[in-house]
Structures are given as C-alpha cells and as structure tokens.
T-cell receptor, first 114, second 115 residues
Framework: EPEVTQTPSHQVTQMGQEVILRCVPI?????FYWYRQILGQKVEFLVS????????KSEIFDDQFSVERPDGSNFTLKIRSTKLEDSAMYFC????????????FGPGTRLLVL | AQSVAQPEDQVNVAEGNPLTVKCTYS??????LFWYVQYPNRGLQFLLK??????LVKGSYGFEAEFNKSQTSFHLKKPSALVSDSALYFC?????????????FGAGTRLTVKP
C-alpha cells in the first residue's frame, strides 16, 4: 500500500540555521499539507498546497516558513532561521482529489533546535 | 472558523470494557469529521470518517463513531477495549462552508487500557 514518506526522521540544528524537511506524498495525490506537533501537544495545521500554490496557511506559518514542490514527487517545508520554539514533530500529509476528504500522514520528522 | 474539542485529556478503561472518547465540533457549514490514532513515536493513522450518510460509521480495528448533529458530537467508541488500543486519539474536522478550508485537530485524548 502506498505511503507518505518523510526525511530525515530526526534533525538537530542550531538556532538561526535553515532547515529543509522533505516529504514524498502518495503519487496520485493532489493536495499536500504540513502540520506540526510540539511534544505531547495538539497537532497544529501549518499550510495546505494545491496546484503549485498555497491554498491556506495558519498564523503559525509566518515569513520564516516556505513550501515548495520542486519536482513531481517532493514536497518540502523550509524554515529559514530556526528558533527554539520551532522544535516539534513535523508531519506531511496528502490526499488524492476534492472528492476524497481523508488525509494520509507521513511518519514525521522530529526537529530539535538548540 | 471551525473548531473541535476533546474534553478529556485522558481516558482509562479496563481491557474488555467498552470505551468512549468524546469529541464535539463547531462549524459554519456541514462538518467532515475524522478520527486519527497516534501510537508512540509514530505518525497519525486514519481510523474513520463521517462525510455524509449513515450517522454510525465503522472504521479500523473495531472502532466506530456516531455523528450527532443536534449535539454537534462525534464520539469514538469500541465495544471491548484491548490493551493494544492504548494510544493518543485525535478528532479532526473540516468545514465545508468555508472555501479553501482544511482540517483542524482537537488537542487529543490519551487512552490507556489496563489489563
């Protein structure tokens, strides 16, 4: 069964550094998402992406964040200058088309900012 | 904007007993409702959803949930809990009355099933 994959599984970075989190959505999916989960807390929506543009973003998704679909398979989340409070688990999700509401999640990338 | 509430941080049940994990929602249009489960150090796994139709939906691992429009609830249930059901459960909602609107999650409920 096809799955959403994410790399790396863990990343440690210094405050102020740029990080890029990578996701490979399920191949025939059209809608892509990033969420984050601070340790032990709720899952928070960051951004949704469709037809090569952002369709919705939350107040968390400020100018430090950007997303890109550089080719036909990858979907990336970039944090330009990481802050301590960016430490969290970041989940990518995808869904196939407008008639199907279920989002399928990747295993997550645990980001630790020191 | 839509919102979802899970009023219990923690639910404890004995193995073999029925379990209920509560969820209530608020939307401007019609709700699309979801339950996801998260096992330790893992991603979110889809359990079940309500989009339209029968108010009682059945999902993976013997779970079911009942959509109650008058009470704006979508409680997750299972007739007989297993120790392996112990995990973090998230309710999520999408509001079809808001354009370009995507899913929002509740805070999660930690279910512990004791042998």
């Amino acid at each position: 069964e096809p799955e959403v994959t994410q790399t790396p599984s863990h990343q440690v970075t210094q405050m102020g550094q740029e990080v890029i989190l990578r996701c490979v959505p399920i191949s025939n999916h059209l809608y892509f998402y990033w969420y984050r989960q601070i340790l032990g807390q709720k899952v928070e929506f960051l951004v949704s992406f469709y037809n090569n543009e952002i369709s919705e973003k939350s107040e968390i998704f400020d100018d430090q964040f950007s997303v890109e679909r550089p080719d036909g398979s990858n979907f990336t989340l970039k944090i330009r200058s990481t802050k301590l409070e960016d430490s969290a688990m970041y989940f990518c999700a995808s869904r196939p088309h407008s008639g199907t509401e279920t989002q399928y999640f990747g295993p997550g990338t645990r980001l630790l900012v020191l | 904007a839509q919102s979802v509430a899970q009023p219990e941080d923690q639910v404890n049940v004995a193995e073999g007993n029925p379990l209920t994990v509560k969820c209530t929602y608020s939307v401007s249009g019609n709700p699309y409702l979801f339950w996801y489960v998260q096992y330790p150090n893992r991603g979110l796994q889809f359990l079940l959803k309500y989009i339209t139709g029968d108010n009682l939906v059945k999902g993976s691992y013997g779970f079911e949930a009942e959509f109650n429009k008058s009470q704006t609830s979508f409680h997750l249930k299972k007739p007989s809990a297993l120790v392996s059901d112990s995990a973090l459960y998230f309710c999520a909602v999408r509001d079809d009355g808001v354009r370009n609107n995507d899913m929002r999650f509740g805070a999660g409920t930690r279910l512990t099933v004791k042998p």
